[in-house]
């Protein structure tokens, strides 16, 4: 017999082209990740990292998605889909002694966050 219930909908944000090394914005995003929104804007708002400004900013933006696209209301979903992966790197150069060059890689990141209703409340709505 095949299960009917309804798979969660998930609601996403992206913010491309951040310039955040993508390895410090993982490190905010794994604070965040499995929390519910509310949760995730009180540790994002004390967090010491500057990333945490971005990834609040996508945050806010999936839950606006969230309240206004799909009608869902943003304080009872969760962080089901937290993503950072690298963008392109822009590449410079610091002029060293004796004529010669260091390189300067300055990092970029993709944040995607992804929001979707709790798993006991979406199994629960589907009995």
Not at 9 to 18: F, G, P, S
Not at 110 to 123: K, M, N, V, Y
Request: net charge positive; aromatic share 2%; proline share 7%.
């Amino acid at each position: 017999m095949a299960d009917t219930t309804e798979t969660p909908q998930m609601v996403r944000a992206t913010a491309k082209y951040i310039r955040v090394s993508p390895r410090k914005a993982r490190l905010v995003a794994d604070l965040v990740r499995g929390k519910s929104v509310p949760e995730a804007r009180a540790i994002l708002a004390f967090a010491t990292r500057d990333a945490a400004v971005p990834v609040g900013k996508v945050l806010n933006s999936a839950a606006a998605n969230a309240d206004n696209n799909h009608g869902l209301r943003s304080d009872e979903l969760v962080l089901a889909h937290v993503t950072v992966d690298p963008g392109p790197t822009i590449k410079r150069f610091r002029p060293r002694a004796k004529g010669s060059a260091s390189p300067i890689m300055k990092r970029t990141c993709h944040i995607t966050i992804g929001l979707a209703q709790p798993a006991e409340r979406s199994r629960k709505r589907g009995n």
